[in-house]
């Protein structure tokens, strides 16, 4: 039997392992996943060979330590340096990062879209921006403070914190700040947000499994909106299918996936 595992401190909140184990057993995949809570970023290499892994999702706050401990990392994730997923090919460690096609697929409903404002700017924000300049969207940043924005500038990207926004109309507004998260804080002052969210057409929060306060305003504009529960879910279909070799159409694993949210 393959074993698979999520890392991440804290970790006993992921719904990682139902949504993998879900498609195993009814995929009928000899695999089990399970959660691994690690406080040091420094010995996942270690401990995923312990364990004897086959792969791994990788969550907050070792995203970036994942990305030095890989022997090879491919894809998106080489442009950005965060891995999410980890695959044991012959014994090498292979890194790749599913987050950011996950959310493009949570928001494939919302068109059309051109502007996009991104609040927040850690790495679930690195990924995004740079996936959306990949895919030509304009993109700009908000965050509190100015310290993080310089990846963002370097990039090309309008950056502002909330001394120096001027309020303009986007067609998405995005929440990849934690405020919210285990709070109940908007991710900028009101008098900022009020003003974007209610001449915006969509809004995302990646945040899943509750309401926050950004989406509470969001819905009492009537603005189209949605959690991270669809970025959760399209992050985890890749992962599987990265997991399983390909042997599954996206979609089988998706739907055996999607039960997973009903238990
Ligand atoms: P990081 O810690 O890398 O970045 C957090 C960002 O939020 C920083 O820009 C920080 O600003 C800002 N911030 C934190 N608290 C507040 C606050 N109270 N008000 C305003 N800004 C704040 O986090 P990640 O990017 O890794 O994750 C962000 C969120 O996305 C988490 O809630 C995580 O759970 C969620 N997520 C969801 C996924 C999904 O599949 N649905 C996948 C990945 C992440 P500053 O720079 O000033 O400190």
Excluded at 14 to 20: G, K
């Amino acid at each position: 039997m393959k074993l698979f595992a999520i890392f991440g401190d804290p970790v006993s909140h992921s719904r990682s392992p139902l949504m993998h184990n879900c498609v195993f057993k009814n995929l009928h995949v000899d695999a089990c996943y399970t959660r691994v809570h690690l406080e040091d970023g420094s010995k996942l290499k270690e401990t995923f060979f312990n364990l004897g892994l086959s792969g791994a999702n990788v969550t907050v706050p070792h995203k970036e330590a994942a990305f030095d401990a890989c022997d090879e990392v491919r894809g998106f994730a080489k442009k950005i340096g965060v891995v999410n997923t980890l695959i044991n090919e012959n014994g090498k460690l292979i890194g790749y990062n599913t987050d950011a096609d996950g959310f493009m697929y949570a928001i494939s409903q919302f068109s059309p879209i051109k502007n996009i404002l991104i609040i927040g700017a850690g790495g679930t924000a690195k990924a995004l921006a740079n996936k959306f300049v990949e895919e030509n969207y304009h993109v700009e940043v908000l965050n509190r403070s100015q310290g993080r924005l310089t990846y963002f500038k370097e990039l090309g990207i309008a950056t502002h914190t909330w001394k120096s926004i001027q309020i303009k109309k986007y067609d998405l507004v995005v929440n990849t700040t934690s405020a919210g998260l285990s709070d109940n804080e908007y991710p900028a002052p009101l008098e900022i947000l009020e003003p974007l969210i209610s001449t915006c057409k969509f809004c995302a929060d990646a945040i899943y499994g509750k309401v926050t306060p950004f989406l509470q305003l969001a819905k009492r504009y009537e603005i189209t909106s949605k959690d991270g529960a669809d970025m959760l879910l399209g992050q985890g279909v890749l992962a599987n299918a990265l997991f399983t070799q390909h042997q599954f159409k996206n979609e089988s694993i998706e739907k055996e996936m999607k039960g997973s949210f009903l238990l």
